[in-house]
């Protein structure tokens, strides 16, 4: 019974992805496919890996088909339609495939997010490259993450960044995408397990910092460790409620922080004691 009971979550996920692929043919509204991370059933590590039969290198590029044609679909609420060549080349060098469990990897390449367990998700391909976006790295930064999940954003921003910064509040994800970002060689992550609502004050300020959960408001040691020019985006709302993604950044002359409301998204909620 709990092997036939797998195999039917793996359906539901399939019909899932199947049905957001058919979504997105048709042309829908981007506030209907755009999702940052979303609560799906769990599928294990324990499923049976079956070979990926694809060729990688041409699903890759079509997830950046996907995240430009998104981006487009965006240019009303974002003020441009396009994400930045840099930020792309980096999505497109990380092998998505190793930071999602054994029975999706096939999907690894596909536009919504996917569950890696605890509850959580990898963001959709278009949210990981918008918020790298957003933030705009810069190859001498520090850049903070808070929520590491499978280690997927850290290891995009690294490609960007001199360090990344990032904090998983779940031991066993946090251990987990430790032990993948050091096996994939991403030497300049350095991941801790803790609160990320707290930041990271030891590291700080930062010039970058991106929150992969949503927050009901945007948490004060995390504005407190935003450098002067800094960029801080983060989803903000109530669970099972709308969300948005906002941008905050400081003023270099007056350190005032000033936000934006970008677009609607769905997170999970950011687990924290400081909330």
């Given at each position: ?40 059933p769990l599928v294990g590590d ?199 993604l906002v941008l905050a950044e ?26």
């Amino acid at each position: 019974m709990a092997q036939q009971d797998k195999i039917t979550t793996i359906d539901l996920i399939r019909a899932i992805l199947a049905r957001n692929r058919a979504a997105f043919a048709l042309g829908v509204s981007l506030a209907a496919v755009v999702l940052g991370t979303s609560l799906v059933p769990l599928v294990g590590d324990r499923m049976p890996v079956t070979a990926v039969q694809t060729d990688l290198v041409a699903e890759r590029a079509g997830m950046v088909t996907i995240i430009e044609a998104h981006a487009k679909q965006a240019s009303t609420t974002l003020g441009r339609n396009y994400i930045a060549p840099e930020v792309l080349k980096a999505v497109s060098a990380v092998p998505r495939h190793e930071f999602v469990p054994g029975g999706l990897r096939g999907d690894a390449y596909a536009d919504p997010p996917l569950p890696i367990g605890y509850g959580q998700t990898i963001s959709q391909p278009f949210i990981v490259a918008l918020m790298t976006d957003l933030v705009r790295v810069g190859s001498d930064h520090a850049v903070l993450e808070v929520g590491t999940g499978s280690g997927y954003q850290a290891a995009v921003l690294a490609h960007l960044a001199r360090r990344v910064y990032t904090i998983e509040i779940v031991p066993g994800l946090a251990d987990s995408a430790a032990t993948r970002l050091q096996r994939l060689g991403y030497s300049n992550v350095v991941t801790r397990t803790g609160d990320g609502y707290y930041g990271w004050e030891e590291a700080a300020p930062f010039d970058s910092i991106i929150v992969t959960a949503a927050a009901s408001q945007i948490p004060p040691p995390l504005i407190r460790q935003l450098k002067p020019e800094g960029r801080m985006v983060i989803p903000v709302g109530a669970p099972f409620a709308v969300q948005y993604l906002v941008l905050a950044e400081r003023d270099a002359d007056n350190g005032r922080v000033t936000t934006r409301q970008l677009l609607p998204v769905r997170f999970v909620p950011l687990a924290s004691g400081g909330q």
